[in-house]
């Protein structure tokens, strides 16, 4: 049943690595790199229940801190041309 769902998440992941690519904003793009960062947490802990290390969901809440942290900061930068 996990394997079903992770292929699903890998699937759904490269329909949006599409739309960061070709988005037609670059907000659209930055929403995409959030989701496929989103999807990344997300294999991450599904790879952790699967092979029974629960170490993989600390790095799975490290990454997730290190993508908003990444979005937060390029939203920024986008709106006003700096991060100060």
């Known amino acids: 049943m996990f394997d079903i769902f992770?292929?699903?998440?890998?699937?759904s992941a490269a329909?949006?690595?599409f739309?960061?690519?070709?988005?037609?904003?670059?907000?659209d793009r930055i929403l995409a790199v959030n989701l496929l960062g989103t999807?990344?947490?997300v294999i991450l802990a599904?790879?952790?229940?699967?092979f029974g290390r629960p170490h993989f969901m600390d790095l799975a809440l490290?990454?997730?801190?290190i993508n908003f942290i990444g979005t937060?900061?390029?939203l920024k930068y986008t709106e006003k041309g700096r991060l100060d």
Do not use: E, N, Q
Not at 6 to 11: A, E, K, L, P, R
Not at 19 to 27: D, E, S
Not at 62 to 65: N, R
């Open 72 to 74: 937060i900061a390029l």
């Open 46 to 50: 599904l790879i952790g229940f699967v």
């Open 19 to 27: 739309r960061a690519v070709k988005g037609p904003t670059v907000f």
């Open 62 to 65: 490290v990454y997730a801190l």
């Open 39 to 41: 999807k990344t947490i």
């Open 6 to 11: 992770t292929v699903i998440v890998i699937v």
């Open 15 to 17: 329909l949006v690595l």
